[in-house]
């Protein structure tokens, strides 16, 4: 019982530290969303945090990240969507949910959706894809989540200045 214990308490300081650190570079990346990157809705606490691609492309070849959601896009200003999913009473990670992302400019003039693949950081599970912000400006990111046994999804929409 202690192990199960301390190994979800475990789990939720690096989910929280994970959060924090996305939430740093953010702010020094000037991408930082208008709702600081964190909602809840329908039982879910659910944090997203936007970076260059750069930054995975910064990566060795043959490193785990370099390759993973089919690499890094080509075209202008590609960016990294994470996001991770909580359940709001119990502080447990979900990892077993459907994330996707439907990315808007300003006006709604373009839109990408992009099904958010599951991911292993820390030995915890987040969800990530690429998306292209190809221009300056306020985007909105919408999410969908969806968890087994649940009728529908539950939708969240953040927004971020890209400059």
Same mark, same amino acid.
């Given at each position: 019982?202690?192990?199960?214990?301390?190994?979800?308490?475990s789990r939720?300081?690096? #989910?929280?530290?994970?959060?924090?650190?996305?939430?740093?570079f953010?702010v020094?990346?000037?991408?930082?969303?208008?709702?600081?990157?964190?909602?809840?809705?329908?039982g879910?606490?659910?944090?997203l945090?936007?970076?260059?691609?750069?930054? =995975?492309?910064?990566?060795?070849?043959g490193?785990?990240?370099?390759?993973?959601h #089919?690499?890094?896009p080509?075209?202008?200003?590609?960016?990294?969507?994470?996001?991770?999913?909580?359940?709001?009473?119990?502080?447990?990670?979900?990892?077993?949910?459907e994330?996707?992302?439907? =990315?808007?400019s300003?006006?709604? =003039?373009?839109?990408?959706?992009?099904?958010?693949e599951?991911?292993?950081?820390?030995?915890?599970?987040?969800?990530?894809?690429?998306?292209?912000?190809?221009?300056? #400006?306020?985007?909105?990111?919408?999410?969908?989540i969806s968890?087994?046994?649940?009728?529908?999804?539950?939708?969240?929409?953040?927004?971020?200045?890209?400059?």
């Open positions: 019982m202690l192990n199960r214990t301390t190994s979800r308490w939720l300081i690096a #989910g929280r530290a994970l959060s924090v650190a996305l939430g740093a953010l020094s990346t000037s991408l930082v969303s208008a709702d600081d990157g964190f909602q809840s809705v329908d879910l606490s659910v944090y945090g936007i970076m260059p691609a750069s930054v =995975v492309r910064g990566h060795p070849s490193h785990q990240e370099g390759t993973m #089919g690499g890094v080509s075209g202008q200003h590609p960016q990294h969507i994470v996001v991770a999913v909580f359940d709001s009473q119990t502080s447990d990670r979900i990892e077993n949910a994330v996707v992302a439907t =990315v808007s300003l006006g709604h =003039v373009s839109h990408e959706h992009i099904v958010l599951p991911m292993s950081i820390a030995d915890t599970i987040t969800y990530g894809g690429f998306a292209n912000f190809p221009g300056r #400006g306020r985007y909105e990111i919408e999410l969908a968890l087994p046994d649940s009728p529908g999804s539950s939708h969240l929409t953040f927004s971020s200045d890209h400059p």
